[in-house]
C-alpha cells in the first residue's frame, strides 16, 4: 500500500497549569474507502487503535478516552465490527505537579491501528504523535489562568 490509511494526526497545543488538570484532543483523519479498529476491538485476533503518549517530568498523562465505534461489516462477513472512519477525537487527561517549571515541552508517543478496506485487513501499523504542552503557574500566583482546550 503506497499512503497509509491514516492521513493526519493533529494535537492541537494545550496550555496546563502547575498542580491542574485539562484535557487534550488528538484528531486523527482515516483516508476515504478505509476504517480502523475501534477501541476496545470487536474480536480477539483484531489489533484496536491504541494511543500511547508518554508523561514528560512533572506532567502526566491520563488513560486516553476514546469515542464509540460505528458498525462495519465486511461483505461476506456474519456480524459487525466496531470502527471509526473519518475524522475522529482521543481526549487525552493531562495533569501538572504543583511543582512544575514554567515553560513548553513536548510529549511524544505512538497511535498504533490495524486498517481495514472492503476487502481486507491489512497489518498493524503504527504514527508517530507528538503533543505540544505549555506550562503557567498555578492562578493567582502570576494571574494566569489556564486554558482549557
Not at 459487525?80 to 475524522?87: I, P, Q
Not at 478496506?117 to 505549555?134: E, K, N
Request: charged residues 20%.
Amino acid at each position: 500500500m503506497a499512503s497509509p490509511p491514516i492521513v493526519a494526526v493533529t494535537a492541537q497545543p494545550v496550555t496546563l497549569a502547575a498542580g491542574g488538570a485539562t484535557q487534550a484532543r488528538i484528531t486523527l483523519v482515516v483516508a476515504d474507502g478505509y476504517h480502523v479498529q475501534a477501541n476496545p476491538a470487536s474480536g480477539e485476533f483484531l489489533v484496536p487503535l491504541q494511543l500511547a503518549l508518554r508523561g514528560r517530568g512533572s506532567v502526566r498523562v491520563g488513560k486516553p478516552a476514546y469515542p464509540r465505534g460505528r458498525p462495519y461489516r465486511l461483505p461476506g462477513a456474519d456480524e459487525d465490527w466496531m470502527t471509526y472512519g473519518g475524522t475522529l477525537e482521543i481526549a487525552v487527561p493531562l495533569e501538572a505537579q504543583e511543582s512544575a517549571p514554567e515553560g513548553e515541552l513536548a510529549l511524544r508517543g505512538t497511535l498504533r491501528y490495524q486498517a481495514c478496506d472492503d476487502g481486507s485487513c491489512f497489518f498493524p501499523a503504527s504514527v508517530p504523535v507528538t503533543l505540544p504542552v505549555r506550562v503557567v503557574p498555578l492562578k493567582g500566583s502570576e494571574g494566569l489562568a489556564p486554558e482549557r482546550v
